[in-house]
């Protein structure tokens, strides 16, 4: 991997919404483009983990509408739309979540998967899972979105050198 310049990205945080730079690698063997996201930044989302944590804390956990979850999140001009998203796709992965993060924490008793996700996460610090479920398993915090999920998905990588 050699260094291959830089892109800017949008990001909103609690009290961050701004543009960053983030870093990209070109691997020379397959000539492709890398980059290195912040840990706090998830992959094709615009806001960070502890923006949807809040979120999904407020909404999920202690069940406050999704307007008071927004402010709860510091984003009280956020749509109603991103809030719904953020739910739908947290609950679609929450028995993802709770199988790939038992590597981490033991499962707790809880009435449904979704309540179970919360509290493994909130246990193990959300930046902290994200950090381990992307490294190491290549998940995404609230699941890939259907054109990029890796897992399901035929691979063919061309041989480096041609047979003889």
């Given at each position: 991997?050699?260094?291959?310049?830089?892109?800017?990205?949008?990001?909103?945080?609690?009290?961050?919404?701004?543009?960053?730079?983030?870093r990209?690698?070109?691997?020379?063997?397959?000539?492709?483009?890398v980059?290195?996201?912040?840990?706090?930044?998830?992959?094709?989302l615009?806001?960070s983990?502890?923006?949807i944590a809040?979120?999904?804390?407020?909404?999920?956990?202690?069940?406050?509408?999704?307007?008071?979850?927004?402010?709860?999140?510091t984003?009280?001009?956020?749509?109603?739309?991103?809030?719904?998203?953020?739910?739908?796709?947290?609950?679609?992965?929450?028995v993802?979540?709770?199988?790939a993060?038992?590597?981490?924490?033991?499962?707790?008793?809880?009435?449904?998967?979704?309540?179970?996700?919360?509290?493994?996460?909130?246990?193990?610090?959300?930046?902290a899972?994200?950090?381990?479920?992307?490294r190491d398993l290549?998940?995404?915090?609230?699941?890939?979105?259907?054109?990029?999920?890796?897992d399901?998905?035929?691979?063919?990588?061309?041989?480096?050198?041609?047979?003889?």
């Open positions: 991997m050699t260094a291959h310049g830089f892109y800017s990205r949008t990001l909103v945080d609690a009290d961050f919404d701004g543009s960053i730079r983030v990209r690698y070109l691997c020379r063997s397959c000539k492709r483009t980059s290195l996201l912040p840990e706090f930044a998830l992959p094709y615009r806001f983990v502890s923006v809040l979120f999904l804390v407020a909404r999920l956990l202690q069940g406050v509408t999704l307007a008071a979850a927004a402010v709860a999140a984003q009280p001009d956020m749509s109603y739309q991103r809030g719904q998203f953020w739910v739908r796709r947290f609950q679609r992965q929450a993802a979540l709770c199988a993060l038992a590597a981490l924490a033991a499962p707790p008793p809880a009435p449904n998967f979704v309540r179970r996700a919360m509290e493994m996460l909130q246990s193990i610090g959300w930046i899972a994200h950090r381990f479920l992307f290549r998940c995404h915090l609230l699941g890939w979105p259907a054109f990029l999920a890796p399901g998905r035929c691979t063919a990588l061309r041989p480096a050198a041609r047979p003889v």
